[in-house]
């Protein structure tokens, strides 16, 4: 295993951290890399979702909603998602490798849920604090 | 937010009456009208000593149970006593419409100059006026004292002009309130507390407990339930008298609403075949009256309340909060079901950006002061998907 570089945890480092506060999801490391799978329930009405997060050491983590397939609305594309489905949680700098992913990125993507599920109701992403930009 | 369901709901509920509710701005519109056409209807009373006069609220507005007409371009509808004491010997109906009438005539011609001046119409019972903007207007009923009733009791004048018809809306709106007077009190004292105020100084109008809220729920769902069938909906006052008697003190706003809503049915009586929902302050009168003429609206009433109890029910039966806001949008009306639930969201960013917002270990489930903090972060990308940076 790469040593972390510059103040950055390791794979091992979030997931002790991970397991501190989720004992029942699963926190494996394989080939250098953190695989985490939790079910994160956001609100007591929200649906229960298992959520993986994959990190290596000094890399941006990829957070993936596993079940249930999430839903997009009429004509509308699921927002804040990447192309490739990952939620997009955060800004340029607004997460560094120093970071606890349990501290950061699990609670973004709760917040993330929760917010999915009053847009798919409504149409409206609620957690923008700014315009949102033109759809590409 | 918080931990149960119900809790939940609550919130969305709470939020959702207030987007019902008349908006603070035209309750006070409708307030300084209505005191305007008082003092012009009465003015001629008071220069004349001995007979009186006066003009009030009756119904939703005067118990703080006003719900928002289904269709925007619906008005609100505020319905206005004008008592003059008169002997009833001394007067016939339409008599005294005719006088009430006559002195809002006048009073329109004077308030024309105004830019919110009324337009008067006359319907069958009283008299309306229509205000500018398409928002409210003021029916206004003539009435007398009732010379046998209760001191607060009236006589309105009656659709054909025959039969006086009896009410008393003073005391009605007075056996409303004790049935709620503790929460009130409570809650009055809180909001005080709150504002760093007098308890004196929190209008009256401005405390909303839970049996007002949970009528105004009761009506809203009536009045989207009815809606191809305005004709056949449950009067405003047999929803008002029957949740009013089934309330047994605040707390939870959903579960409260649930509770009235199940017990609601079971207090309609029978009386020798005929149901009887009588006057709480009346008991001679049965509110459930036209049922005798129209048993399908008693079948109606009860097909209604099992419905909303339904309703209720399934708001709680899970398949995410998304499910949750859909169904009550179907219930009370999508525009304010939305809206309150794009509030709950604002609300919970605000929590977020005020460094309160907590999310728990084990479940992920987000509350107010939960063990782990949520950072401040910013959502990236924009409404469409974005490559990673």
């Known amino acids: 295993m790469t040593p972390p570089r510059g103040g950055a945890l390791s794979p091992a480092q979030q997931g002790l951290a991970l397991r501190a506060r989720f004992p029942t999801a699963s926190a494996r490391i394989t080939r250098g890399r953190l695989v985490w799978t939790g079910v994160l329930q956001p609100t007591p009405l929200s649906r229960a979702y298992t959520i993986r997060i994959t990190c290596a050491t000094d890399a941006h983590p990829r957070v993936v909603v596993a079940h249930p397939t999430l839903a997009s609305r009429p004509d509308e594309p699921l927002p804040h998602v990447y192309r490739e489905g990952c939620l997009c949680l955060y800004e340029d700098g607004e997460w560094q490798p120093s970071m606890f992913i349990a501290e950061t990125i699990v609670p973004w993507a709760c917040e993330w849920l929760a917010h999915y599920e009053i847009w798919k109701a409504t149409g409206h992403w609620c957690a923008d604090g700014r315009a949102p930009a033109t759809p590409e | 937010m918080r931990n149960r369901p119900e809790d939940q709901l609550e919130q969305l509920l709470d939020v959702t009456v207030k987007e019902l509710d008349i908006p603070d701005q035209l309750y006070q519109e409708a307030v300084d009208n209505y005191e305007g056409v008082g003092t012009w209807l009465c003015r001629r009373d008071e220069d004349e000593a001995g007979a009186g006069c006066e003009i009030y609220p009756q119904g939703s507005f005067r118990l703080g149970t006003v719900v928002r007409p289904v269709h925007n371009r619906d008005e609100y509808d505020l319905d206005l006593v004008c008592r003059k004491d008169l002997a009833k010997e001394s007067v016939t109906q339409a008599g005294l419409k005719e006088d009430v009438g006559a002195d809002l005539a006048e009073y329109e011609q004077a308030a024309a100059a105004s830019a919110s001046a009324p337009t008067l119409k006359e319907g069958d019972r009283c008299w309306t006026l229509v205000y500018p903007g398409d928002r409210f207007h003021m029916d206004i009923l003539p009435s007398i004292p009732d010379p046998e009733g209760a001191p607060n009791a009236i006589l309105l004048t009656d659709r054909t002009l025959r039969s ?30 709150a504002l760093r105020r007098d308890v004196a100084d929190v209008p009256e109008w401005q405390v909303k407990t839970t049996l007002q809220r949970a009528v105004q729920i009761l009506k809203r769902h009536r009045d989207i339930f009815f809606q191809g069938n305005p004709k056949e909906r449950p009067a405003s006052i047999i929803l008002t ?16 609403v649930a509770d009235i809503a ?58 995410g909060f998304d499910r949750v ?17 794009e509030r709950v969201g604002a609300a919970m960013l605000a929590e977020r950006a005020a460094g309160r917002l907590g999310m728990a270990a084990g479940t992920g489930m987000l509350g107010v002061g939960a063990a782990t903090r949520v950072r401040d972060h910013t959502f990236h990308g924009d409404p469409a998907p974005r490559r990673r940076p």
Not at chain 2, 173 to 186: P, S
Not at chain 2, 263 to 270: A, H
Not at chain 2, 277 to 288: C, L, T
Request: cysteine-free; hydrophobic content about 40%.
């Open chain 2, 325 to 341: 806001i859909e169904k009550l949008a179907a219930s009370l009306g999508e525009a304010p079901v939305r809206n309150a639930a």
């Open chain 2, 164 to 193: 006086w018809q009896h009410s008393n809306p003073i005391d009605y709106a007075a056996w409303f309130r004790r049935r709620m007077q503790q929460e009130f009190v409570e809650l009055r004292e809180a909001m005080a507390k």
């Open chain 2, 241 to 256: 008298t029957l949740a009013a008697r089934a309330y047994h003190g605040g707390g939870n706003l959903y579960e409260v």
């Open chain 2, 262 to 319: 199940g017990r609601m049915p079971s207090l309609v009586e029978r009386r020798d075949g005929v149901w009887w929902v009588p006057n709480p302050v009346h008991g001679k009168e049965n509110f459930a009256d036209r049922w005798r003429a129209h048993p399908e609206r008693a079948a109606r009433f009860f097909a209604w309340m099992e419905h909303i109890n339904t309703d209720l029910a399934d708001l709680t039966g899970g398949g």
